[in-house]
């Protein structure tokens, strides 16, 4: 699985949840729908991770933990391709340098 091919495809689904329940995500002036759903989607993801150390009420659940990393995924591949970042060539240039030899 590629990252293009795998953004394209959250996209996708994005657009079809969004138009099935009738979620307009443009209706701030800023456009800041993906964005912030990023931030929401990280907040589950800290809840299972409190649940799953034993910080939080509830029952620890593996299966929501990696469910929720997967959100959190989506959403910033979502958040990526709205804004016009291209986190393939970004993730090039800023962490996958390091392992280039050292001229």
Same mark, same amino acid.
């Given at each position: 699985m590629d990252l293009k091919g795998l953004s394209d495809?959250?996209?996708r689904i994005s657009d079809i949840y969004a138009r099935e329940h009738d979620i307009d995500r443009d209706k701030a002036a800023s456009g800041d729908w993906a964005l912030l759903k990023l931030q929401e989607e990280l907040g589950e993801l800290t809840a299972e991770h409190l649940r799953m150390s034993g910080r939080a009420r509830g029952e620890a659940d593996t299966q929501a933990l990696h469910d929720e990393a997967a959100d959190v995924m989506g959403m $910033? $591949?979502?958040y990526c391709d709205r804004v016009g970042i291209d986190l393939e060539a970004a993730m090039r240039r800023k962490w996958l340098r390091w392992l280039e030899p050292k001229a």
């Amino acid at each position: 699985m590629d990252l293009k091919g795998l953004s394209d495809d959250v996209v996708r689904i994005s657009d079809i949840y969004a138009r099935e329940h009738d979620i307009d995500r443009d209706k701030a002036a800023s456009g800041d729908w993906a964005l912030l759903k990023l931030q929401e989607e990280l907040g589950e993801l800290t809840a299972e991770h409190l649940r799953m150390s034993g910080r939080a009420r509830g029952e620890a659940d593996t299966q929501a933990l990696h469910d929720e990393a997967a959100d959190v995924m989506g959403m $910033l $591949l979502i958040y990526c391709d709205r804004v016009g970042i291209d986190l393939e060539a970004a993730m090039r240039r800023k962490w996958l340098r390091w392992l280039e030899p050292k001229a």
